[in-house]
């Protein structure tokens, strides 16, 4: 449970800012929060354990979002919205075209891959569906807006089209990643 905790306060806050149209429908990205301080916009393939990062998107159509991490070890935990971005437990979120969202900066609570979710690789999936009933259902959680068995996530998951140009009812991204010492 602290866990699942500490990962909510991580995404705590949101920094919003106008951001590009780009190729995808969801353009994403994830970096160190050194790196995105000196202005990268492209993910980094690999983090240490601990190491503060930053992860940003920006839809390129208006809908409803949710932000999981498939780390080492363990089920999918929800990175947006959780507790502290949205107390009264939404488990997703309203997004606006060209808008960019971005976790991790140093006006919110750090990202990081603790210890205890092991090393090796991980991927974070970024859902943008047109309408809400699109997203996962509440009886979806394990526990509601923290964690998703892998079983039901690659099910909801495999209704998604990956992000391409033209956005459908139902798109998603990936960034995959790898945890090192």
Do not use: W
Request: charged content about 20%.
């Amino acid at each position: 449970m602290k866990k699942n905790f500490l990962k909510s306060i991580c995404a705590a806050a949101i920094a919003c800012a106008p951001f590009a149209a780009s190729a995808a429908c969801i353009d994403a990205f994830m970096t160190g929060l050194d790196e995105y301080e000196k202005g990268a916009a492209t993910s980094k393939p690999s983090f240490r354990v601990n190491e503060l990062l930053v992860l940003c998107f920006t839809p390129n159509q208006s809908g409803f979002v949710s932000v999981f991490d498939a780390p080492i070890k363990g089920d999918f935990q929800q990175l947006y919205p959780n507790v502290l971005t949205h107390p009264d437990g939404e488990t997703y979120a309203p997004v606006k075209a060209g808008q960019q969202y971005c976790f991790g900066g140093r006006d919110s609570f750090p990202l990081y891959h603790p210890p205890e979710e092991g090393i090796g690789v991980g991927k974070v999936s970024i859902t943008l569906t047109s309408k809400e009933e699109y997203q996962l259902d509440e009886d979806d959680y394990a526990i509601p807006g923290q964690r998703v068995s892998q079983s039901k996530m690659n099910l909801h998951l495999s209704n998604h089209q990956r992000s391409r140009e033209k956005c459908s009812a139902r798109d998603v991204t990936y960034i995959e990643y790898r945890i090192t010492n």
